[in-house]
C-alpha cells in the first residue's frame, strides 16, 4: 500500500487541467478577446494619429494584458473548489506547493502565454515603437509569471467565500502595481533609447522569489481557506 | 486472520476527547472513540449533527477545538494522515467535462493504486462498465456517487472516511456499497461511515457512534452503547458483520 510517486501526481495533474482548458475552450478565449477590445478602443477614443498612440502603446498593451489576466484568475481553484477536487489535491500524499506550482504553471501557460503571443498584433494596432517591439514580449514573458504567482496566493486565500472578485482585485492590485512600474518601465525606457537592463533584471529576481515563495503561502493559504 | 489480532495493536485511528466548535459554538464533542483495522463504524445524527464536520477533522482538514486525534498510536499530522485515508464528501471530486475514466486516472495519479486494482477494474467494481467514456456530467447522481466510490476503491489506503456513501443510492447500490466495505473490513481496512438514518443496514447492525449538535451525546439510545468507551467491550466484533441483503442479482 504505497501511494505513487510525486512526479506521476504532478503529471496526472497538468495532464487533467490542460484536458479541461481542451473542453472549456471557449472560456479560454476571453482573456484574449477582452485584451483586443480594450487595445483597439484607444485609437477610437484618442484619435489615429500614429505619434499620439506610439507614446502610449506599450503601457496600454500592458494595462490591457495585466487585467486580462485578472478577469481570468478567479478560474485558477474556483472549480476545483466547488466540485471538491481541491479537498482531494490536499490530502493526497504529495507536497500541495508542489501540486499547486503545476496548477499555476498551466494557469499560466493556457491564460497567459495566449496574451503574450498576441501582445506583438496589439502593438501593431497602436503603431508601437521599433526599440519596444521587442522588449515588451520579454517584459511580458517575466511580468506575466510573477503576477500569476501572486494572483494564485490572494485567490487562494478568498476561495472559501462568495462573490469574492472585488476582494481579490483589491487584494491584488498593490502587488500588480510594481510588477507593472517595472514592466511598463522597461518599455519606457527602450522608447526613450535609455538602459532598460535593470527593470527587467528586477522582474527576473521577484519572478525567482516568487517561483520559491508564493506555492508554498498558496498551499497554506488554501488550508486556511478550506478550513 | 483472526478479528482478536485486531486489537493487540494500536488502534488505526482514535478520538480522546475531540471536540469541535466553530466560532465558539460547538459543533459536537467531546468524543471518545477507537477504530481498529477491520471495523466499520457508522456515525449517526440528525441534519446538522456534525457528522461530515466530524469527518473533515478526522481526515485532517480541520483542526479540532479541543482533544486529540491518534493515527496507529501516534499524534495525528496531515502529512502522516494523507498516505492512510481516502475521504468521499458531499462534493464529488469529479471533473463534469472529464469522462469517468478521466476522473478515476487523475485519481489513480494522484493518490496512487491499491495493488491488483485498476481504474478499469474499479468501475466496475462500482457496476458501472460501459460507462467509462460517458462525461461525468452526464451521469446521474447516483452514478456519480458510484464514481466517486470507484475512486476510493482504487486508493491505497486502509482508512474510510465515507460521507454519506448511501445518499442518492438505489437499492442495488445500498447493497454495493455494504459488499465494498465488508470487503475493505475483511482485508484489513476500516472506514467511518455517516448515515442520518439506518435505512442501509437491516441486519447485522455496525457499531455505531450517535451523535447530537453541541453535545457529547452520552446515553446513547440505540443501544450499541459505544460512543464514550473507547471501543471497548463485545460489540466490537460487529464491525465486520455488515450484512447485505443477500438475495436477487
Not at chain 1, 510573477?146 to 476561495?159: D, E, M, N
Not at chain 2, 495493536?9 to 475531540?18: I, N, Q, S, T, V
Amino acid at each position: 500500500m504505497k501511494p505513487g510517486s510525486t512526479s506521476a501526481a504532478c503529471a496526472a495533474l497538468i495532464r487533467r487541467d490542460l484536458t479541461l482548458v481542451w473542453r472549456r475552450r471557449g472560456d479560454a478565449l476571453n482573456p484574449i478577446l477582452f485584451a483586443l477590445i480594450v487595445v483597439s478602443l484607444f485609437p477610437l477614443a484618442l484619435g489615429p494619429e500614429p505619434e499620439n498612440l506610439r507614446r502610449i502603446a506599450a503601457g496600454v498593451v500592458f494595462v490591457a494584458l495585466l487585467l486580462a489576466g485578472l478577469l481570468a484568475l478567479d478560474t485558477l481553484f474556483r472549480s476545483d473548489y466547488e466540485d471538491g477536487s481541491l479537498e482531494q489535491l490536499v490530502l493526497s500524499p504529495h507536497p500541495l506547493s508542489l501540486l499547486l506550482a503545476c496548477k499555476i504553471a498551466v494557469h499560466w501557460l493556457t491564460t497567459a502565454l495566449p496574451l503574450i503571443l498576441i501582445a506583438p498584433l496589439l502593438g501593431e494596432l497602436l503603431h508601437i515603437a521599433e526599440p519596444v517591439r521587442w522588449v515588451l514580449p520579454v517584459a511580458l514573458l517575466l511580468a506575466t509569471p510573477l503576477l500569476s504567482l501572486l494572483g494564485a496566493v490572494c485567490v487562494a486565500l478568498t476561495v472559501g467565500m462568495h462573490r469574492s472578485g472585488m476582494l481579490v482585485a483589491l487584494l491584488v492590485l498593490p502587488l500588480y502595481v510594481p510588477v507593472l512600474i517595472f514592466g511598463a518601465g522597461a518599455c519606457n525606457a527602450a522608447q526613450s533609447g535609455l538602459p532598460f537592463l535593470a527593470p527587467l533584471l528586477w522582474l527576473g529576481a521577484a519572478f525567482v522569489l516568487a517561483l520559491v515563495l508564493a506555492p508554498l503561502a498558496c498551499a497554506a493559504a488554501l488550508r486556511i481557506s478550506l478550513s | 486472520m483472526p478479528s482478536s489480532d485486531f486489537h493487540d495493536r494500536p488502534a488505526l485511528l482514535e478520538a480522546h476527547a475531540l471536540a469541535f466548535a466553530r466560532n465558539d459554538e460547538p459543533i459536537f464533542g467531546p468524543l471518545d472513540f477507537a477504530l481498529h483495522a477491520g471495523e466499520v463504524v457508522l456515525i449517526e445524527g440528525d441534519n446538522g449533527a456534525g457528522k461530515s464536520t466530524l469527518l473533515r477533522v478526522l481526515s485532517g482538514l480541520l483542526a479540532p477545538t479541543s482533544g486529540e486525534i491518534r493515527l496507529n498510536g501516534e499524534p495525528l499530522t496531515l502529512a502522516r494522515l494523507s498516505p492512510q485515508v481516502a475521504l468521499l464528501s458531499h462534493q464529488s471530486g469529479l471533473k463534469p467535462e472529464l469522462t469517468a475514466m478521466e476522473n478515476l486516472r487523475f485519481a489513480a495519479g494522484l493518490h496512487g493504486v491499491r495493488k491488483g486494482i485498476s481504474p478499469a477494474t474499479a468501475l466496475a467494481g462500482v457496476g458501472l462498465e460501459g460507462y467509462a467514456d460517458v462525461p461525468t456530467r452526464q451521469l446521474s447522481a447516483g452514478q456519480k456517487k458510484r464514481v466517486a466510490l470507484a475512486r476510493v476503491l482504487l486508493a491505497p489506503v486502509g482508512l474510510w472516511l465515507l460521507d454519506e456513501p448511501y445518499a442518492n443510492l438505489d437499492l442495488d447500490g445500498i447493497r454495493l456499497v455494504n459488499r465494498l466495505l465488508e470487503n475493505h473490513a475483511n482485508r484489513g481496512g476500516a472506514a467511518l461511515i455517516t448515515s442520518h438514518g439506518a435505512y442501509a443496514y437491516t441486519s447485522g447492525t455496525p457499531r455505531r457512534i450517535p451523535l447530537r449538535h453541541g453535545e457529547s451525546g452520552e446515553a446513547p439510545s440505540h443501544g450499541s452503547g459505544e460512543l464514550t468507551s473507547g471501543g471497548s467491550g463485545g460489540s466490537r466484533n460487529a464491525g465486520t458483520s455488515i450484512a447485505e441483503p443477500r438475495g436477487e442479482a
